[in-house]
């Protein structure tokens, strides 16, 4: 090779490294997710994971079958080998490996599995327990996650109703339960509430679990679960007076304090909506007066970390997976990444913090285990409801590269704010800067609607802030802590003091149920705060809700003043939803739909530059959606910005405060639609129409061609 | 498919053929005659017995005598529904207008089904081409539905004659429409070029006589239609529609409203509305009824629909398929139908097909209109060497939407040998046996599925009772399902070397042991079982249940009018009790710790 030439090539060669260490951080910098390769033909949609003692990886799957997998780490670069270990159970989501057998949750019964006769194969499909089911679609059943004791928690989804099709009903008993089954096959009901527990896990030798968004649930978040908790959805508690049930709660404790919106007699149903106005009841005001009401230990604020939780697991590797030894790690199925969560216990109780950590999965993330070599093992699917990863199905590896992420560790709870250590040191004069944070507090509505919006925001004040000597420790004394509200604590400003990068993920969202007692630090004792400057930061940009509005208008001067004349007519302009006066006709008329798994109806639509047009978008989809029409190529950058909006995203309808955003709807709630009227753009092109819900954006979407 | 069973106008006795004698056929040979009853011996060749009575046609050629058969009347096109009975080896064919042969023939337990087997349409025959390419267009049966010997099989065929111009000219060939074998459709739409080997007459004409063959061995029919459809459909005339804007969920109430285009058409279809969404549409008109009679009316739209007939509102206003019947004069009948679309996520969906005396159901609307919805790719499980377990929902003679015949924990077995079978977990209960392909999971595994499957075949509905009881009294009815007395609780199940299931469970303090596997190729269903623990009491095992079980010698019985056989192996008792208007044949378990039994169909 000619000697320049090679310099040249070394020279280019470190310029484009130069380069990518000088830009920001990503998280494949830090954890690589490695695909593994599928036999043709083999649909993978995985339902439970395990690793065995011998090295290899199981895999059991929706369509009823165990794999296991030889060497899943393509050790001596060859492809791993899956043999089959059984097949012909119903649909099975979970997977436990005990004692030479493993455990599987069918939809109705909890089976073990053994091969006898030692030739790789189940010979022996043993029932463990068979409990009752309706046969209706919704009820999954998932586990087992195996106690110290060899006993076996599985949990059961409700069925949805026939005519109040939006209402997650138990039509048999224990759907919405939580069961304790020993190995000999005596169940103990063992807790209800649950209306869709996908998400189970053992810590610390106790069952946690984690539900999605939906009817009674506000968000997604972890409960620690024990013997006789109710977590929220009252479905379950039709079965609360059988003799064995431990739930000493009755469906009419909840129906009393929250109407559950029931037609009256003779009267049609209809599906209950969210009302914007009215004074939001939270779960922990019923949890006041019904000790047997269990809160998440961690609220995972829907749309920010997740929009369907999935399995919960522990880093039980000893720091070869990276800096979170036993941290929890929760995956997130609809948003195909997996976030990070800080427990302590607070007099008494579970609550902590939860993070973002790796996202950008193939298919949903639906299992993850650890390799023994401390990876984690991501099983994934997306059975129909869509994820952000768009392969149907898939299997992957998520491999710490050994550099360490600058992170926040641990967010801890103290009698006058909060502690947060970081993963390595900070940059002090960012970390003792309060305009490196922004601090809000806020809960969702218990309601028999679809979700919530997080409401009964309130911003809070950073009074002091110490830094450690080692600089991996900051504590922030905080006026308007609550108790038993969601703590946004985002800090985008500090930076690490060897590399002078932001945070991997500047946000952690700490579950205040309860405030430590103990020393308080004395404000005199810290360095004086500087004067306080405007910071330009996405959350508080456009922090115009009605909520928020509100508390201002009560008593709440701290809040900061924002510009409401501007922002309504920005959204007046782009969402018109009646004929303007001046149309004397309409051009084109565009009807809009969705298909399950975040699909549109239609991939293109095309209408004239400068047409009138109404646009009429049906959600019959069961989860919310919306429609953003946005200048050309730029679906991808609203759609992130988007994600960006955090826990206002629902109060926004998820549309950011961006010149890219031409047109939208408002968020739609399952089984509902609007139409926007508005004049397509003079400039012909191809514009794009995307769902802006948080992890739809990149598969739900389409082309608005704009002809001349 | 099972599920594709067609909605049919109620049943006329009118179509039926009576076989008090033989007056329905034209100089019958002697080989021709009726009976009461047929019967047939599983091992015998050839042979069918007979009691006297009625209902029940018989032929019982020999050397001399086997003249085929030909009815009176000339048909078209027409449905023909039979039961037939085949004799050990024996061969017989429906000559459709005594031209084109459906076979009948004992294809009992072939595993490819060939042109010539039972359900083929068979095959045209050209003497100039030398041998061994003489023979052509067979077309053979998508599975071998075929039952056995002595068993009464269900056959529905449906045929459209070549149709002629004026000149006398053919404009159209033949076709088979449907051929259904034992609830299973095997022939589809099937078009016929001439002829099938063995005609009665060679030149093709639009109507011809009805033949069975006769001269190829013993065969039995009986409770045969006949439904000449040779008339041509009604239209709708003089549509005159209007058309309403907005965004109508339900019917409105046209009185109040003005309407945005009105007009006049030739051809029923939304698409007047000139938009795919928000409008409703009230379309005016009349029928014009030749013959008076029975008129089948299935109206079906996605969103909704309505019919009103003569002022009277026939179909009320509601969503997808509904369909009614309607007895209607000669003379114009007026008719209104409404429709409201709402929903952006359906496609515009709108037709009407009414069926009456004379023609078979036939759309009235044009093919536009009618769009079919979105299909999706069928997700198919096929039985291979290795015996498939599929455990899902399997709803018992067909789904619900109730879901009350669910069985929720099921379990199907799929064999090579294509016959396949459902068992109740619950219960303890075989609950189906099916012929043909396996199962179709396209319900369970598509998108989020429903967790069920479809069997693909032939059923053999058995009863979703549970098998073992304790029967409390010689008189009492048997259990609809174990109560807690039973103590019923399913342990699981092994498989053996050859993958076959061997179910455990417990049950009045017993253990039991239910093995299951195919014999012969699959003719049979062989059933072990086996029990621990000591049987006291009147606990029984239930065979089989049905109108009529006859016991034959060997340990064989015919069960529910000869719909299939149970064989109970050597050295082994069962009795027959008769209860609630129907037998029973019954294992006592005190007497026996083991037993075993094939069903045989």
């Known amino acids: 090779m000619n000697r ?192 869709s527990p996908c998400g189970i896990g053992m810590f610390d030798g106790e069952f946690f679990y984690a539900d999605n968004q939906g009817d009674w649930m506000g968000s997604g978040g972890l409960v620690h679960v024990e013997k006789g908790d109710f977590t929220g959805h009252p479905a379950g508690l039709r079965w609360a007076n059988l003799p064995n049930s431990p739930v000493k709660l009755q469906t009419n404790d909840i129906y009393y304090r929250v109407s559950p919106r029931l037609a009256g007699p003779g009267q049609p149903p209809s599906k209950p909506e969210n009302i914007p106005d009215e004074k939001p009841t939270p779960l922990f005001a019923l949890a006041k007066e019904l000790p047997a009401v269990k809160l998440p230990a961690v609220w995972l604020p829907h749309g920010v970390l997740g929009i369907s939780t999935s399995e919960i697991i522990v880093d039980s590797t000893g720091g070869a997976f990276g800096p979170f030894t036993g941290q929890m790690f929760i995956g997130d199925q609809g948003q195909s990444k997996v976030v990070r969560v800080a427990l302590e216990k607070v007099k008494g109780s579970y609550q902590g913090a939860a993070f973002g950590f790796v996202e950008g999965f193939q298919s949903g993330v639906l299992r993850m285990c650890w390799g023994n070599d401390g990876s984690m093992f991501v099983g994934q699917t997306n059975r129909g409801w869509g994820s952000t990863g768009k392969d149907p199905y898939g299997l992957q590896r998520l491999v710490w590269t050994g550099k360490v992420p600058f992170e926040m560790k641990t967010v801890k709870a103290m009698p006058d704010g909060f502690e947060i250590e970081f993963t390595q040191p900070v940059d002090k004069a960012s970390a003792q800067d309060p305009a490196s944070y922004a601090l809000t507090s806020f809960i969702y509505k218990y309601h028999p609607v679809y979700g919530s919006p997080a409401v009964d925001n309130q911003d809070c004040t950073i009074k002091g802030i110490l830094v450690s000597r080692d600089g991996l420790k900051a504590r922030i004394v905080v006026d308007g802590m609550r108790e038993k509200f969601v703590h946004e604590i985002n800090a985008p400003g500090i930076k690490s003091y060897t590399d002078g990068v932001p945070l991997l993920h500047s946000a952690a969202y700490y579950t205040l149920n309860n405030i430590p007692d103990g020393k308080k630090l004395n404000l005199a004792d810290l360095p004086p705060l500087p004067a306080p400057k405007k910071m330009e930061h996405s959350n508080h940009q456009h922090s115009m809700e009605m909520s928020a509005e509100k508390t201002k208008k009560k008593a709440a001067p701290k809040k900061k003043k924002v510009n409401k004349a501007k922002t309504t007519t920005a959204r007046s302009r782009k969402r018109v939803t009646k004929k303007p006066a001046s149309w004397a006709k309409i051009d084109q008329t565009i009807v809009l739909s969705t298909l399950p798994g975040l699909k549109y109806d239609q991939k293109t639509v095309t209408v004239k530059a400068g047409s009138r047009v109404k646009w009429s978008f049906y959600n019959n989809d069961d989860m919310p959606h919306n429609v953003v029409i946005t200048t050309p190529n730029q679906g991808d950058a609203v759609g992130t910005m988007a994600m960006k909006l955090g826990i206002r995203g629902v109060e926004k309808n998820h549309i950011p405060n961006t010149a890219k955003v031409l047109f939208h709807t408002r968020l739609l709630p399952p089984g509902t639609s609007e139409s926007i009227f508005f004049v397509a753009p003079k400039k012909p092109g191809n514009y794009t129409y995307v769902c802006t819900v948080p992890g739809h954006h990149s598969v739900m979407r389409g082309t608005l061609r704009v002809t001349p | 498919m099972i599920s594709q069973v ?189 002829p099938t080997r063995g005609p009665a007459f060679q030149e093709e004409a639009p109507r011809g006589p009805l033949m069975i063959q006769g001269d190829h061995g013993p065969v039995a029919f009986r409770n045969i239609r006949l439904l000449d459809y040779s008339k041509p459909p009604i239209k709708l005339e003089d549509i005159q529609y209007e058309v309403y804007y907005g965004p109508y969920d339900k019917i409105p109430d046209f009185s109040k409203l003005t309407p945005d285009l009105t007009g006049t058409t030739e051809e029923f279809t939304w698409e007047v509305a000139r938009r795919k969404n928000e409008y409703a549409i009230r379309y005016k008109g009349h029928i014009n009824i030749e013959t008076s009679g029975s008129y089948f009316f299935k109206l079906s739209g996605n969103e909704n629909t309505s019919l009103t007939l003569q002022d009277s509102l026939l179909i009320p206003e509601g969503w997808n398929e509904r369909s009614r019947s309607m007895q209607l004069p000669k003379g114009k009948v007026p008719f209104v139908i409404t429709y409201a679309k709402r929903e952006g996520w359906m496609q515009p969906r709108l037709g009407l097909f009414i069926q009456g005396p004379g023609f078979r159901l036939a759309p009235t609307h044009i093919a536009s209109s009618f769009l079919l919805n979105r299909p999706v790719n069928p997700i198919l499980i096929d039985a291979d060497q290795d015996v498939k377990l599929i455990r899902c929902f399997v709803d018992f003679k067909g789904y619900d939407r109730s879901l009350k015949n669910r069985i929720v924990h099921a379990i199907s077995a799929g064999h090579e040998e294509k016959l396949h079978y459902t068992y109740d977990l619950d219960e303890g209960n075989l609950l189906q046996i099916w012929r043909g392909d396996f199962l179709d999971a396209t319900p369970m595994w598509n998108e989020r599925g429903d967790g069920s499957s479809r069997p693909r075949g032939s059923l053999l509905e058995l009863d979703a009772a549970p098998d073992l009881w304790q029967l409390t009294a010689p008189e009492v009815s048997w259990c609809d399902s174990l109560d807690q007395e039973a103590a019923y609780r399913f342990k699981g199940y092994r498989l053996d070397e050859e993958g076959y299931p061997t179910f455990q469970y417990q049950a009045y303090g017993l253990k039991v042991f239910d093995k299951l596997y195919p014999e012969e190729e699959g003719k049979k269903l062989t059933r072990e079982i086996k029990l621990e623990g000591s049987t006291e009491g009147q606990l029984h095992f239930r065979l089989a249940a049905g109108s009529k079980i006859q016991a034959h010698e060997n340990g064989w019985y015919s069960i529910d009018d000869q719909r299939y056989y149970i064989h109970l192996h050597a050295n082994q008792s069962a009795s027959i009790r008769s209860v609630d208007d129907q037998q029973e044949l019954l294992v006592r378990l005190a007497e026996t710790s083991e037993f075993s039994y094939s069903i045989v169909f």
Request: hydrophobic share 35%; aromatic share 12%; proline share 5%.
């Open chain 2, 6 to 194: 067609k909605a049919q106008a109620s049943k006329s006795t009118d179509d039926a053929v009576s076989l008090d004698d033989l007056s329905f056929f034209k100089d019958p040979s002697a080989n021709w005659s009726i009976v009461g009853s047929a019967m047939a011996n599983i091992s015998k060749d050839k042979h069918l017995a007979s009691s006297p009575g009625k209902g029940v046609l018989i032929n019982l050629p020999n050397e001399q005598t086997k003249g085929n058969l030909f009815s009176l009347g000339e048909y078209g096109d027409m449905d023909l529904e039979l039961e037939f009975m085949m004799a050990r080896k024996s061969n017989s064919g429906i000559y459709l207008q005594g031209r084109y042969e459906i076979q009948l023939l004992d294809s009992w337990g072939k595993q490819n089904p060939y042109y010539n087997d039972c359900g083929g349409i068979y095959e045209r025959w050209d003497d100039s081409k030398p041998e061994g390419k003489k023979g052509y267009q067979g077309h053979a049966p998508r599975a071998n539905t075929c039952r056995a010997p002595g068993l009464w099989q269900k056959m529905r065929i449906s045929f459209q004659a070549p149709r002629f111009d004026a000149q006398g000219r053919k404009i159209a060939n033949a076709r088979i429409l449907e051929v259904w074998l034992n609830e299973t459709l095997i022939q589809e739409d099937v078009e016929l070029t001439g």
């Open chain 1, 4 to 195: 320049f030439f090679f310099i040249l090539i070394i020279t280019l060669f470190y310029t484009i490294a130069l380069q990518a260490q000088n830009s920001a951080p990503k998280e494949s910098d830090y954890y690589k997710i490695i695909t593994l390769p599928l036999p043709e033909g083999l649909v993978m949609e995985v339902g439970g994971l395990t690793t065995l003692p011998n090295d290899m990886l199981a895999v059991s799957t929706r369509r009823g079958e165990i794999w296991t997998v030889e060497n899943p780490y393509m050790r001596n670069e060859r492809n791993p080998l899956y043999r089959r270990f059984a097949s012909g159970l119903h649909e099975i989501l979970g997977l436990a490996y005990r004692d030479n057998a493993f455990y599987a949750a069918q939809r109705g019964e909890l089976t073990k599995l053994v091969d006898e006769n030692g030739d790789g194969q189940a010979d022996l499909y043993e029932a463990v327990y068979v409990w009752p089911l309706s046969g209706h679609y919704h009820e999954y059943s998932f586990g087992p996650k195996v106690a110290a004791n060899g006993d076996m928690y599985v949990t059961g989804n409700v069925a949805f109703g026939d005519v109040e099709w939006w209402r997650g009903e138990s039509r048999v008993p224990w759907r919405g339960w939580t069961m304790k089954i020993s190995p000999d096959g005596d169940m103990e009901p063992f807790a209800t509430g649950m209306r």
